[in-house]
């Protein structure tokens, strides 16, 4: 555990350093020949943005978050409505780090392995097939950062991750993932969205609706069972399928939580 710390803090201090001394701009010099060699895109598709996310400019502000990470976060964190771990079923903990990252576990932040193996699925699909993104990265996102694929905040994303594995527990992480992430439909954490689409808490959640909830922030907006259940019973599958692959649960449970009947609170 020591030499974890000991080589997260050096991977921090390498990129704050490069950040600092302007390697970034370098980078983005870099990237920006790259964009203009290529065509030319006029139209993006509206995204939706996940709660507290703000542009933050500024290198007072970014520096501070990285010095004082704790207290910028806790002035992020929704107090009122949100659920400890140990009242979210362990189900839906496994269900999300199925779908979503499924080192969570073993990386320190960032997952260099994942990283790698997608590059390699979206360089035989020539398009962006599968993200390299974990849990952590995504925490950060969601708190602090915008959508911006500038090489500054991916410098930023990458400081915040590691840090955010030095001052925080796995469990603390997930904890506060599940309390961020948007799940359509205005829930934004766990426990709104068990109650804007189930009328329940967390904890009496069934399989069947935890693999539902899990397979929303993909596209949450695409996903809802209010906008279209079909595809949500599908990302429902998805998940269902990934947690019988990471074992978590047996073949024969997901296809008895394919089959339970979803009574949405709507109805």
């Known amino acids: 555990m020591r030499i974890k710390r ?9 990129l704050a350093s490069f950040w600092w001394a302007g390697g970034t701009s370098i980078l983005s010099v870099l990237s920006e020949k790259k964009t203009n060699l290529a065509p030319r895109v006029t139209q993006f598709a509206e995204v939706e943005l996940p709660a507290g996310e703000v542009n933050v400019t500024g290198i007072g502000q970014r520096l501070y978050r990285i010095v ?17 771990l140990a009242d979210i079923p362990i189900a839906m903990q496994q269900a999300i780090i199925s779908v979503e990252d499924n080192r969570f576990y073993q990386h320190i932040g960032l997952d260099i392995e994942g990283i790698l193996r997608a590059t390699l699925v979206n360089m035989q699909a020539g398009a962006i097939a599968e993200g390299g993104s974990t849990i952590t990265q995504q925490l950060v996102k969601n708190i602090f950062l915008s959508h911006d694929q500038t090489m500054g905040r991916k410098v930023e994303e990458a400081l915040l991750s590691l840090d955010m594995e030095l001052r925080y527990s796995k469990e603390e992480i997930l904890e506060m993932y599940l309390n961020s992430i948007y799940f359509g439909s205005g829930a934004y954490g766990i426990g709104p969205a068990a109650q804007i689409y189930f009328g329940k808490q967390p904890a009496d959640l069934n399989l069947a609706e935890i693999a539902m909830l899990a397979g929303l922030p993909n596209a949450p907006s695409l996903n809802s069972p209010y906008v279209d259940f079909g595809a949500a019973k599908k990302r429902q599958a998805i998940v269902l399928g990934s947690m019988v692959k990471n074992a978590y649960i047996g073949p024969s449970t997901a296809e008895e939580a394919k089959l339970t009947p979803i009574t949405l609170a709507k109805e």
């Open 68 to 84: 004082a990470l704790k207290t910028a976060v806790q002035s992020k964190l929704n107090t009122e409505s949100y659920v400890p």
């Open 6 to 14: 000991f080589l997260l803090f050096l991977m921090i201090l390498f």
